[in-house]
């Protein structure tokens, strides 16, 4: 039996990365699915790649770093049984070398978009449902600065949103790390790599994730429905190095 079936489920991201892998396994159980991305084209061929797996997928088009717009988007959107935010721009370094406006950028990503996005999905979300949002580890705070505040904030997000959503709906998060995804679309391909290497040492488990690993842990936070207020690292224990 498969708890997705004839849910709807809106994917903040899902044309691309981890967003689209959740969107897909999600289409694979039967779901509805709304997506949500800035790139009209990125869209429209997720939306090919979704219908061809046999699922109903409308696309959505909004910059969520745009307040108004996102108040937009959620007008716009029916009622749904979970949401999934895969919003949150990066940055690495540490505080003292830095410019205030990108730490600011990067919590505003991170932390007030995806607070505006919970404010607004609290309305429309189902009863039974939930709200999944990305957060992030493998930095330590004097070497990704903004990013590291963005994730506690996202972690702080997802436990206060728990308790004043319950017991109509769960929020929760996943936390990556370091990850071979189009997020590094703009990074020369050796500088990946170079990445990904210093990753594979640096994680216990000796290699970086696969996306599914990724992708299947907020199917778990969808379906599982006595866990709210969690962040769920899925992170090969990076934190737990020297
Ligand atoms: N990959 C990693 O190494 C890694 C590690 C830790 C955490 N994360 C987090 O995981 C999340 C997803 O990353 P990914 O690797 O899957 O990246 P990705 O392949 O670039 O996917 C990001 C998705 O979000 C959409 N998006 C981004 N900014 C948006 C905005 N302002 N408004 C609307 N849609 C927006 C993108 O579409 P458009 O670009 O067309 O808008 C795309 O669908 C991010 O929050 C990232 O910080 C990633």
Redesign the pocket.
Known sequence: MNALRDKTVVV?????????RVAQLVADEGARLLI????TG??QAAQADLQARGATVGIHQ????DHTALASLFDELPAFDHLVS?????MGGGFIGADIAVIRHVIE?KFF?NLRIGQLAATKVREGGSLVF?S?T?GRAQDACASYVGNLGINALVEGLAVELAPKARVNAV???????????DVPPAQVEATRAHFEQVIPLKRTARIDELASAYLFLMNNGFVTGQHIAVDGGIMLGA
């Open positions: 903040i991201g899902g044309s691309s990365g981890i967003g689209l949500v991305g800035r790139d990125r869209l909004a910059d969520a770093h895969m919003i949150g721009d990066v990503s978009t990305t992030g493998g936390s990556p790390t370091w990850t071979v995804t189009p997020f590094w679309r």
